[in-house]
């Protein structure tokens, strides 16, 4: 049985931060990728960061590149992401997701399809 639950979302004015924690429980953080995503009202939902399984190699949207950081914490089954100076436009539910077995490669990808489990969401609100 696998689980996403996050937390640490927020309200937050621009250019401040938020770290985000999603604690996985019956996933293997060191074979399967995680990513996190965001979807907007009225938006799509698009792809943030990920984090592989295989080497903890990462990926980030260009529009995060240099604000946001994942990362992974093995002995706590959870993995992170830091937004740092963040904008109006990063306002959203983000959602972490594990990567699904049935296309499993080990390496992340910033596209939903590859992901089979999700959390529930938390909000995030940036806003003077």
């Known amino acids: 049985q696998v689980q996403f639950v996050e937390s640490g979302g927020g309200l937050v004015q621009p250019g401040g931060s938020l770290r985000l924690s999603c604690a996985a429980s019956?996933?293997?953080?060191?074979?399967?990728?995680i990513g996190w995503f965001r979807q907007a009202p009225g938006k799509e939902r698009e792809g943030v960061s990920c984090i592989s399984g295989n080497d903890g190699s990462t990926h980030y949207a260009d529009s995060v590149k240099g604000r946001f950081t994942i990362w992974r914490d093995n002995a706590k089954n959870t993995v992170y992401l830091q937004m740092n100076s963040l904008k109006p436009e990063d306002t959203a539910v983000y959602y972490c997701?594990?990567?699904?077995?049935?296309?499993?490669?080990?390496?992340?990808?910033?596209?939903?399809?590859?992901?089979?489990?999700w959390g529930q969401g938390t909000q995030v609100t940036v806003s003077s």
């Open positions: 019956g996933f293997t953080l060191d074979e399967y990728a």
């Open positions: 997701a594990g990567e699904g077995r049935t296309y499993y490669s080990g390496s992340c990808y910033i596209e939903a399809y590859a992901y089979d489990y």
